[in-house]
């Protein structure tokens, strides 16, 4: 089983929180997408023939594509790869991209499943952000989807925002629920040091809020979300059960995947790759034939941390069985006081031999990985 | 003998010693002015960074006056308070000093103190301004005051500039007329007192001394008396630039040692050199034991490091006899070492000594002083670290040491510094007007209130002007406690600390304040108490951390995700920990810092 992932690297403006990577510059669009055809071809035995189950267009905005040029990407992939029956295909979008047609045509394409990047209904807390959208098209845009057959919706929130007060992220949690899509993905802000945020908070231009707004916004954020239904399977994703993201899941549960565009990163279960965060390098090392990538090789540590890391993170835990038949490494003989201390606590529990974190204990995440961590 | 003049240059920190002896150098071509690497006679790089000799060194030079040849040997000395026993064997050897004074700056503290010395060594002093090239300079009123001090006529004071090479030949015409010849009996048993030495990894310890009476040959059997050690002179010689192996040094001449001395402590600065087979009677007068004042334990960052620390320690005090160390253990820092310090500018020397030459960053607890506790039974205990406090009802009363302050500054100051010095449970003793705008103050001072920032506090309220000297005076009694930290009800012995009662409370309000700002926040909250024996004092919280978890760890989050975090927990790793709390090793140091 394994996942494809491609990189849009296009954004109409900047987001002042975004460090993902993108260009506002569109002119090179053309060749970028044959350059992401080129690698395609080039990286067609990176699976190993493994049948592919999901496909992710991330961003940058993948909604700014034509639904042609989707088309045609996702056409090639089914070319160059087994590309299974009911594949989850994945698209990120911005409301304001989401006209009926083209949502129709997103359909027609193959697209199944839609991301879309809400973030608040607030109109001055999305103008704080410089968002593309407007409010309005934030309420809009999920009953639009409906209507054109999308049965598979996720929705992208944001809290711990300047200007969200507890009443404002409380009335965006209404609104959310109230268009019950499938899945909610709800991030905390994070003060990244090369966005407008990040510089505005050096220079002392902007105060975040602090870490105790951002736990009283996640406190809200799991009651409300569990009493609608929705299970809490990672920090930062809820969904109706069955509608989990299969394709975001493959990263945590140790799956193949390939990245492709630039900046993306592949991984085939020993080592990683990642592509140059740069368009006009990446197109051009492509064009030359070459890919555009650098890796590294995981060892035992490696591996290890990242199945902590990404495993703590969700509702289904550690496995410790796994960590000892596959990685020789007691994790419960090794931590014994701290994970009784934990648990102690109520920030950790044991079941069924797999070690996992309690709502509470999600919360400091990366405090218990580190401490788990081997170095 | 009757062409050797033996001077040292007495002088304060920055009023230009060094330069002035690299003229004295050039002048007399000892070395060319293009090999001259400047201040050539601090040659460690530290002393070169700090602008101040921490170890004595000697150089021979020649020069000619009316058609005679002299050797002049130019005796070097540390121009601390912390090495102020190096600095009286220095002057021991000498017949003659220049006084170099600055003149825009005036006489200082330590420069009295240790004319003081000269003086009662009954060594011609010849007077220099330095420094008549600045602009600040002001001749006339700073050679009032050396007249004052030194009782000389206006006309024995030369005027100098280090860095223009002003007055350089009149110094050194002046040197040769002024300071009488050595005397002594080339013939008579030998006695050579050793005022320095060196360490060279490939020679070992490199002895220097002054032959006072008899000859000392190459090959010669000798003995130290007051190690009662024996050895061969496989090498003598006289300092140059480079050393200059001779066949024989006789009475009044300095030169160098060497016999195959591994450890430096086997070299004793003070001790006298003789013949086996026809050894002196006596000693030179003035041997002393250098006796550490200051006391602190060193452990290593990583415990693992312990090994590694021990050998750079014990490498270090190769060539730093005056650093004395056993091993000690902390329930909190596992394994290290308790050192003891000539003083406060000593121990920040070994610290960036092992930081610098062996790669060692040392974890420092608090410095202390020793005390002694006399107990009920009549026994006496020596404490050098607070662990080694007895229990209090044992104790009948415990003693520190005081010291005799001399602290000379500018009089619109003496308001600050008076309080500065009651503060620190300073007796006013004496109180003299130099000059009408000159003070030398004179305060009995416990040495444990001097241990940690009172010479910076001195030099802030005085705008840099104030300096200081003191020696010791003995051990008198006061009431101590000792002072215990705890984090969440356990106690954290490398932050004990034993103060004075009257302190005790404002000590553990501000280390509590402190420890809370650096302490990391944790899991769970965090008690921080100061207590007295069972008696809680003052207490801190550090709140519980509550949220630490990024918003996202996708496909290309994951391998800098995990970089970072095993980044976090290496720093984890760094920290001690007791009970359960982690401690960053800058929490040790805080009560360094405690304002």
Not at chain 2, 87 to 100: F, H, K, P, T, Y
Not at chain 2, 399 to 428: N, W
Request: hydrophobic share 40%; glycine share 8%.
């Amino acid at each position: 089983m394994a996942g494809i992932y491609l990189h849009i690297p296009f954004c109409r403006q900047a987001c002042f929180y975004c460090d993902f990577h993108f260009s506002t510059n569109l002119k090179p669009k053309q060749d970028l997408l044959q350059a992401i055809h080129q690698e395609a071809r080039m990286q067609q035995h990176y699976l190993q023939g493994e049948p592919v189950e999901t496909i992710y267009f991330g961003g940058g905005t993948p909604s700014l594509l034509e639904a042609g040029e989707t088309g045609a990407l996702l056409q090639h992939l089914r070319e160059l790869f087994e590309v299974k029956e009911g594949a989850e295909i994945t698209l990120e979008a911005n409301p304001d991209d989401l006209t009926p047609e083209k949502l129709e045509a997103l359909r027609k394409v193959g697209v199944n499943r839609l991301s879309i990047g809400i973030q608040t209904f607030a109109q001055p807390v999305l103008q704080g952000l410089n968002r593309a959208h407007s409010a309005a098209q934030a309420h809009a845009c999920v009953p639009l989807a409906r209507a054109a057959g999308f049965d598979n919706i996720s929705i992208d929130l944001m809290y711990g925002l300047p200007g969200q007060t507890a009443e404002v992220w409380q009335q965006d949690l209404d609104l959310a629920l109230a268009l019950r899509p499938e899945h909610i993905s709800a991030y905390c802000l994070t003060i990244e040091p090369k966005t407008a945020f990040g510089k505005w908070t050096e220079r002392g231009k902007l105060q975040p809020p602090g870490e105790e707004v951002g736990e009283e916004h996640y406190l809200m954020l799991t009651q409300a979300l569990l009493r609608a239904g929705y299970e809490h399977y990672e920090v930062s994703n809820f969904c109706l059960p069955g509608y989990h993201s299969h394709h975001n899941t493959s990263y945590w549960l140790q799956k193949k995947y390939l990245g492709l565009g630039p900046g993306a990163h592949s991984y085939n279960l020993e080592s990683r790759q990642y592509n140059i965060r740069n368009n006009g390098l990446y197109i051009k090392k492509l064009q030359a034939g070459v890919l555009p990538q650098e890796g590294e090789e995981l060892n035992r540590q490696d591996h290890i941390n990242e199945y902590l890391m990404t495993g703590l993170r969700t509702s289904w835990g550690i496995d410790l069985q796994y960590l000892k038949n596959q990685w020789q490494h007691d994790l419960l003989q090794q931590n014994k006081r701290y994970l009784q201390e934990m648990q102690a606590r109520g920030q950790a529990r044991l079941e069924n031999n797999h070690l996992m974190l309690t709502e509470e204990g999600r919360l400091l995440a990366d405090e218990i990985t580190a401490r788990l961590f081997i170095v | 003998m009757k062409n050797i003049r033996n001077f040292c240059i007495i002088a304060h920190i920055d009023h230009g010693k060094s330069t002035l002896a690299d003229r004295l150098l050039e002048f007399t071509q000892t070395v060319s002015e293009r090999d001259m690497k400047a201040q050539l006679l601090d040659n460690m790089d530290l002393e070169r960074e700090r602008g101040i000799t921490i170890k004595s060194h000697a150089i021979q030079m020649n020069y000619i006056k009316d058609g005679q040849e002299y050797i002049l040997n130019l005796i070097d000395t540390p121009g601390h308070v912390d090495f102020s026993y190096e600095v009286s064997r220095s002057i021991a050897a000498c017949e003659g000093a220049l006084l170099i004074v600055d003149a825009s700056q005036g006489v200082e503290a330590q420069t009295i103190s240790n004319l003081y010395m000269a003086l009662g060594h009954d060594l011609e002093i010849i007077p220099v301004l330095n420094k008549i090239d600045l602009p600040g300079a002001m001749p006339e009123e700073m050679a009032d005051q050396v007249i004052e001090l030194l009782g000389c006529e206006r006309e024995d004071i030369i005027l100098a500039s280090g860095k223009e090479g002003i007055g350089i030949k009149e110094i050194l015409d002046a040197i040769v007329e002024r300071v009488p010849a050595p005397t002594g009996d080339p013939e008579a048993p030998l006695q050579a007192m050793i005022f320095d030495s060196q360490f060279n990894s490939y020679r070992g310890v490199e002895v220097i001394f002054r032959v006072l009476n008899g000859t000392i040959r190459q090959g010669d059997k000798v003995k130290f008396l007051a190690t009662g050690k024996e050895y061969e002179a496989d090498e003598i010689g006289t300092l140059k630039i480079t050393q200059t192996p001779k066949k024989e040094i006789k009475a009044g001449d300095v030169g160098y040692l060497i016999s195959g001395i591994k450890v430096a402590k086997e070299v004793k600065v003070g001790d006298t050199i003789t013949h086996r087979e026809r050894p002196a009677t006596k000693p030179i007068k003035g041997f002393e034991e250098v006796k550490p004042m200051v006391f602190a334990g060193i452990y290593p960052v990583e415990t693992t490091d312990y090994e590694e620390l021990r050998f750079s320690m014990e490498k270090l005090q190769l060539n730093d006899a005056s650093l004395v160390w056993e091993p000690e253990t902390s329930a909190a820092l596992g394994f290290g070492f308790r050192c003891g310090f000539l003083g406060m500018l000593h121990m920040e020397i070994v610290q960036e000594r092992l930081e610098r030459e062996f790669d060692m960053t040392v974890i420092t607890t608090v410095p202390s002083v020793q005390f002694h506790a006399y107990l009920k039974d009549g026994e006496r205990a020596i404490v050098n670290a607070p662990s080694e406090l007895p229990e209090p009802n044992y104790v009948d009363r415990i003693e520190e040491p005081f010291i005799k302050a001399q602290i000379i500054s500018k009089s619109e100051y003496v308001g600050s510094i008076m309080t500065l010095c009651m503060d620190k449970r300073g007796l006013l003793k004496n109180q003299v007007y130099l000059t009408s705008d000159r003070v030398e103050l004179t305060f009995d001072m416990p040495l444990s209130e001097m241990v940690f920032d009172f010479f910076d506090k001195l030099k802030t309220i005085s705008r840099g002007y104030a300096s200081l000297d003191y020696e010791l005076l003995g051990f008198r009694e006061s009431t101590m406690v000792k002072l215990d930290i705890m984090l969440n009800g356990e106690k954290v012995d490398a932050l004990s600390a034993i103060v004075h009662r009257d302190k005790a409370y404002e000590w553990g309000k501000r280390l509590c304040e402190k420890l809370k700002e650096l302490l990391p926040r944790q899991q769970f909250e965090i008690a921080i108490q100061a207590a007295i024996g069972t008696k809680v004092i003052a207490r801190e919280t550090v709140k519980a951390l509550r949220k630490n978890v990024l918003a996202k760890c996708y496909g290309g989050d994951i391998s800098r995700k995990r970089k970072l975090l095993e980044k976090q927990k290496k720093g984890k790793k760094r920290m001690r920990q007791v009970g359960n709390v982690e401690i960053p090793q800058e929490a040790f140091m805080a009560v360094l810092k405690l304002d």
